[in-house]
Structures are given as C-alpha cells and as structure tokens.
C-alpha cells in the first residue's frame, strides 16, 4: 500500500436534503511505483464525469452527480482558476443559519 501524504475531506449534497461526507487520501506513490495525483488537482476533470466511483475500505459508493446540488472541499483548492470561479468570497449565510426570516406582509 502506497503511503499517505495529503487527505481531502469531500462532503456531498444531494437534491434529496442528505449529505454524506468522504475522506480521500492521496498518496505518495501509486503501487507499483507511479506518481498518483491528487484530487484537488483532478476536480475540473472530474466535475465533467455523470458518476464518481469511491472505493471504500468496506464498499464501493457510485455517486451520481446529476443528484448532486453541491460538493464541499476542505481544505479550499484556491488554485482551481477559470471564468466560472470567484476568488475572495465570505459565506454570508453562517450568520443567519438557525434563524428564521419572514416576509412583512403587503398592505
């Protein structure tokens, strides 16, 4: 088994309301002595793809991403560069979360 250098923490958003949350392990070296690469650096790639296949320790998770409303990356990946990615944001909603907000009604 190659040795473990660097892990990325993925945590799934599906249409339904669920989420699942992944560790990912990226390692030094592929078996047999191949340079593996590290997923923050496969996402634009991987984005394009209908399915993500996970092999877990005690199964196999077959993602389909058309379920998928959102996919959370920790650590940030700020290197991802592009016209469709916007650098220097605040989530703003953390200081809303667990409050409710309601409409005045009209006159």
């Given at each position: ?24 392990y ?14 923050a ?27 998928v ?27 809303r ?11």
């Amino acid at each position: 088994m190659a040795e473990v250098d660097h892990c990325t923490e993925i945590t799934v958003y599906f249409l339904d309301g669920r989420n699942e949350s992944y560790t990912i392990y990226d390692s030094v070296a592929a078996p047999g002595g191949g340079q593996t690469q590290r997923f923050a650096a496969r996402i634009p790639e991987m984005l394009q793809q209908p399915w993500w296949i996970l092999h877990l320790a005690e199964q196999t998770v077959m993602l389909n991403l058309s379920n998928v409303i959102k996919i959370e990356v920790r650590p940030g990946v700020p290197h991802l560069q592009g016209d469709s990615v916007l650098g220097n944001v605040d989530r703003a909603t953390a200081l809303r979360q667990g409050r409710k907000i309601f409409a005045l009604p009209d006159d």
